[in-house]
């Protein structure tokens, strides 16, 4: 699925990577595990598309994500990729039910209630589907973990990008997202960059 050749990145004087080769399965978790400032964002930032100030190549699917222009890389990221920021990113003034799918309804030509019963189904796997009509800004962190992991897999990616997952979670919390990952993981690749050794352990 995904291919990195002899990748390495530097920031000025300081040497993050040293040249290394990797591949990724189709399915399953792969978990970057470090301390803050070790690269773990970085990495999946090369792994969607978004930074290409490194030396090697990244390759997805056998593409190599340097030889596509601005508009391929746009829809190769809508296809492939579902990512889950570290602090969410979601329109908090929306409810939950716009903020999932708003970016499902950009994309597929599906009827309107084919598409509103997509979201319904995947509101119900994350069990947040008692959630719909409530403002984000109204939620607690752990239902807006949740809420970024649904817009994360609504378009079906093959490849879930998670940052910090449970950062801001307790413990519960931190095992029911886990959990929610590993079922995700069945089907989909799942890349988690995380501190939290002990919590990767719950779905290796």
């Known amino acids: ?102 970016p499902l309804n950009s994309v597929s030509m599906s009827p309107s209630r084919i598409k509103k019963r997509h979201v319904d189904d995947v509101l119900k796997l994350l069990g947040i589907y008692n959630l719909k009509k409530k403002n984000v800004n109204k939620l607690s962190g752990g239902e807006k973990q949740r809420v970024a992991i649904a817009r994360a897999i609504i378009n079906q990616p093959k490849i879930v990008l998670s940052d910090e997952p449970t950062g801001a979670l307790d413990e519960n919390n931190s095992k029911q997202i886990y959990s929610l990952l590993r079922t995700i993981s069945k089907t989909t690749l799942v890349v988690i960059a995380t501190h939290d050794l002990d919590g990767v352990r719950l779905i290796a």
């Open 1 to 102: 699925m995904i291919s990195l050749k002899q990748v390495s990145k530097s920031f000025g004087e300081r040497r993050l990577f040293e040249p290394f080769d990797f591949n990724m399965p189709k399915t399953g978790v792969v978990a970057l595990v470090g301390h803050s400032g070790s690269g773990k964002t970085t990495l999946l930032n090369m792994l969607a598309g978004i930074d290409f100030d490194f030396d090697g190549s990244v390759t997805v699917d056998n593409i190599n994500l340097i030889n596509l222009n601005q508009n391929e890389l746009s829809d190769f990221r809508i296809n492939n990729i579902g990512y889950v920021f570290q602090n969410f990113n979601l329109l908090n003034l929306e409810n939950v039910f716009e903020n999932i799918y708003l």
